[in-house]
């Protein structure tokens, strides 16, 4: 490390210190401005935002804001990075997925994401994907040497991994040269279908990877399971920490040592759009297991391998271009957060299986962020952030005790077959879909911003995922139902359900109301006649009669509405509007419901097309 000389330079020496205190009276000030006449830590508080695991975002970090040293990369305990050198040496593993049922597609796939920057395969084996005896034909021209290869294979993992290994041999590849994953998972497959496998088989890999291939891992922690499920990073967590002890115990009543059995272990996370959560929740996840390895008696075994995946709970099926926008700062969090193999879902993951284009650009992500942006070169760049290292700690804690309830419950098994895992993440859904419906958590594309002409993109139907265990979310599930009403009306009639905008007086009087309603019913699939652009009661009949819709709402300032709502709500009436909204709060003769920022979008909009007669 440089050491730059003191040469007495002070860059900010013309200007004073600021303090805390100084802050908070800043805050004070623009609070009051706003209604709210708070002072001290209250005025603090006030900016502070609530988010999952009992969590709470505070506006300001500081040296203040403590948390235990997080050591150095590559030492115990781990929340620096696993290894010394972090990402540094050749960035992170470019890992795609494959999940075709034809052997020769899926080779012609993988062959063009090898031959343009992907660095490792992710394959689909078994039910779901390519058959166990058509993975020779996948892996054909694959150099099994150089591009490690990891197994998705559910139950089937036993023989897909002896026909894996088989490769090896059959193709020439020293023992000691062969890299990836077997990805034998029981506890996995359990919470994704509900059916039980035994640990013992997959205990019996991990012997054999141990005694003959050394750079090949047997079993996979995934915990996408209970983020698809709903869950929140602390829940993933502390349900990826009690199956890794799990498969610890069962590593070592096998005969493997601590070291051995952790060896065998690779850890699969998800990563979210919320970057600076996933760069906590992946230093958090190697902290906890570096904690489970000292108390098992082998600290220096306790480096955590991790995958990252983007999260399949925050692609949307409507405007699926956003994705693009959402998995390129997923794939920052992995990055920054140290995860050695990230796979960058494609955009159109959740309409089927992904074409050429959709795997470039999930490929092409991770490759710009490497060579472009250099997001490698730095070990740990979040390192230091008094913000990042405070949420580190708390979501470990938080994490460590859904660990514990877990443990008390009788482990990771006992906890899924009694339903404790499945009623805990689905609490948590409940209360994150609360803010879905009300637009707290903003979908783009979905719940904010619609674009009700757009092309739908198809594709052609991926393998049937496994089910039968815990339930699989997603963030634009509500909206989505919504706008499939409005395609079957579509379909049905010709036109899709319609809204009459009744704006009121001048453009600066209505156009903020006007925008939110049509913002609002488009997310609903409704789509608002806005013409003319301003009424009053004396046109409000005439152009509600040529809109052809049969509901309408109310746009413009508070101002206007005492002197035109009621008026106008009577002409809207006798036109034959069924149903009256108004964009703001208020009670006003004539009107029946009531929009604004916050209230329950997907209870307003599943009304109106009720109303409008939109077949659910």
């Known amino acids: 490390m440089t050491v730059l000389p003191d040469d007495g330079l002070s860059l900010a020496a013309e200007f004073p210190d600021a303090t805390h205190e100084q802050w908070q009276r800043l805050v004070e000030g623009v609070l009051r401005k706003s209604g709210k006449d708070v002072s001290g830590t209250a005025a603090e508080e006030a900016l502070s935002t609530p988010v999952e695991d009992g969590l709470i975002t505070r506006p300001l970090y500081t040296a203040r804001d403590s948390a235990p040293d997080a050591g150095?990369?590559?030492?115990?305990?781990?929340?620096?990075g696993s290894r010394a050198e972090g990402n540094a040496a050749d960035g992170w593993g470019v890992?795609?997925?494959?999940?075709?049922?034809?052997?020769?597609?899926?080779?012609?796939?993988?062959?063009a994401d090898l031959e343009n920057g992907?660095?490792?395969?992710?394959?689909?084996?078994?039910?779901?994907?390519?058959?166990?005896?058509?993975?020779?034909?996948?892996?054909?021209?694959v150099y099994l040497d150089l591009a490690p290869?990891?197994?998705?294979?559910?139950?089937?993992?036993?023989?897909?991994?002896?026909?894996?290994?088989?490769?090896?041999?059959?193709?020439?590849?020293?023992?000691?040269?062969?890299?990836?994953?077997?990805?034998?998972?029981?506890?996995g497959h359990e919470a994704r279908t509900g059916e039980a496998l035994e640990v013992a088989p997959a205990a019996g890999l991990a012997r054999l990877c141990d005694e003959r291939f050394p750079q090949v891992r047997a079993l996979a922690v995934d915990a996408l399971p209970y983020h698809e499920a709903g869950g929140s990073a602390a829940e993933e967590l502390g349900a990826s920490l009690a199956t890794g002890v799990a498969y610890l115990r069962a590593l070592t009543e096998a005969g493997l040592s601590v070291e051995a059995a952790c060896a065998q272990l690779e850890f699969r996370y998800a990563a979210s759009a919320d970057q600076f959560l996933t760069i906590a929740?992946?230093?958090?996840?190697?902290?906890?297991?570096?904690?489970?390895?000292?108390?098992?008696?082998?600290?220096?075994?306790?480096?955590?391998?991790?995958?990252?995946?983007?999260?399949?709970?925050?692609?949307?099926?409507?405007?699926?271009?956003?994705?693009?926008?959402?998995?390129?700062?997923?794939?920052?969090?992995?990055?920054?957060?140290?995860?050695?193999?990230?796979?960058?879902?494609?955009?159109?993951?959740s309409l089927g299986l992904p074409d050429g284009f959709a795997r470039r650009i999930a490929r092409n992500t991770s490759s710009i962020l490497l060579e472009e942006s250099h997001l490698a070169r730095v070990i740990d760049p979040a390192g230091g952030s008094w913000y990042v290292e405070r949420l580190t700690d708390e979501l470990a804690h938080s994490a460590w005790e859904f660990f514990q309830v877990i443990e008390r419950a009788g482990g990771q098994a006992a906890a899924l077959r009694s339903g404790l895992i499945r009623e805990r993440l689905a609490a948590t859904w409940a209360e994150r879909g609360a803010?879905?419906?009300?637009?707290?958590?903003?979908?783009?594309?979905?719940?904010?911003?619609?674009?009700?002409?757009?092309?739908?993109v198809e594709r052609e139907a991926a393998p049937a995922e496994p089910?039968?265990?815990?339930?699989?979310?997603?963030?634009?599930e509500a909206f989505e139902e919504l706008r499939a009403r409005s395609d079957a009306h579509l379909a049905a009639t010709g036109t899709r359900p319609r809204v009459f905008l009744a704006a009121l007086g001048p453009a600066a009087a209505h156009t903020g109301r006007a925008t939110f309603a049509s913002n609002l019913f488009q997310a609903g699939g409704i789509e608002p006649v806005h013409d003319p652009v301003s009424v009053d009661a004396a046109t409000a009949a005439e152009a509600f009669a040529a809109s052809g819709a049969t509901v309408a709402c109310l746009c413009s300032s508070d101002a206007l509405y005492a002197e035109q709502a009621e008026a106008v709500a009577a002409a809207l009436r006798s036109a034959g509007a069924t149903h009256v909204y108004l964009a703001g709060r208020g009670e006003f003769t004539g009107v029946d419901s009531y929009v604004f920022a916050g209230c329950d979008a997907v209870a307003v909009l599943s009304s109106a097309l009720d109303r409008i007669g939109a077949a659910s």
Do not use: I
């Not at 150095?72 to 620096?80: E, K």
């Not at 991994?161 to 590849?173: C, M, P, S, W």
């Open 72 to 80: 150095y990369p590559g030492f115990a305990p781990f929340v620096r």
């Open 281 to 349: 929740k992946l230093r958090a996840a190697r902290r906890l297991w570096a904690r489970v390895a000292e108390a098992s008696g082998a600290p220096a075994a306790g480096a955590q391998r991790q995958h990252a995946v983007t999260s399949p709970v925050m692609m949307t099926r409507r405007d699926p271009w956003v994705n693009m926008l959402r998995t390129t700062v997923a794939c920052v969090g992995a990055g920054v957060g140290g995860a050695d193999a990230v796979t960058v879902l494609p955009f159109d993951h």
């Open 95 to 111: 890992r795609q997925r494959h999940a075709g049922t034809d052997p020769a597609r899926v080779n012609e796939a993988v062959l």
């Open 149 to 187: 290869v990891v197994l998705d294979a559910g139950a089937e993992f036993e023989p897909a991994a002896r026909e894996l290994l088989r490769l090896y041999e059959e193709r020439g590849v020293p023992a000691d040269s062969a890299r990836g994953g077997l990805g034998a998972d029981p506890l």
């Open 435 to 456: 803010k879905l419906a009300r637009r707290r958590e903003p979908v783009t594309g979905v719940s904010e911003f619609p674009h009700l002409a757009e092309r739908a």
């Open 118 to 141: 992907v660095t490792s395969l992710w394959l689909a084996v078994g039910r779901g994907g390519v058959p166990v005896s058509g993975l020779a034909r996948a892996l054909d021209g």
């Open 467 to 476: 089910s039968g265990g815990l339930p699989k979310v997603r963030r634009d």
